[in-house]
Nanobody, 120 residues
Framework: QLIESGGGLVQAGDSLRLSCTAS????????VAWFRQAPGKERDFVAC????????AYGDGVKGRFTVSRDMDHNTVALQMNRLQSEDTAIYYC???????????????WGQGTQVTVSS
């Protein structure tokens, strides 16, 4: 089970931190990723973090602004989002899978999502 939290309404230029908490069996054995989906658009890859917590990857448009990290002690993956833009408005989902890949179909477990709205 994956549970996202931390979404909300912010102004352009603000920061927001999302958290994804996973049940232990999922968390310890898989890659955890963040995706986002804006209304009428496909679900896009945002970032992922490998099992070790030291390997990460980012999607286009968020590099240099977003940082993904993994807290092994608390089964949590965080997504720190800085310098938010209106284009970042979307529902953000965390997902768990075997490999860090940009294709959402490769992830077996998904959370329910958390809404992030950035006003300009």
């Amino acid at each position: 089970q994956l549970i996202e939290s931390g979404g909300g309404l912010v102004q352009a230029g603000d920061s927001l931190r999302l958290s994804c908490t996973a049940s232990s069996p999922i968390y310890s054995s898989t890659v955890v990723a963040w995706f986002r989906q804006a209304p009428g658009k496909e679900r896009d890859f945002v970032a992922c973090v490998y099992r070790s917590g030291t390997g990460t990857a980012y999607g286009d448009g968020v590099k240099g602004r977003f940082t993904v990290s993994r807290d092994m002690d608390h089964n949590t993956v965080a997504l720190q989002m800085n310098r938010l833009q209106s284009e970042d408005t979307a529902i953000y989902y965390c997902a768990a899978g075997t490999y860090c890949t940009k294709g959402p179909e490769r992830y077996r477990y998904w959370g329910q999502g958390t809404q992030v709205t950035v006003s300009s």
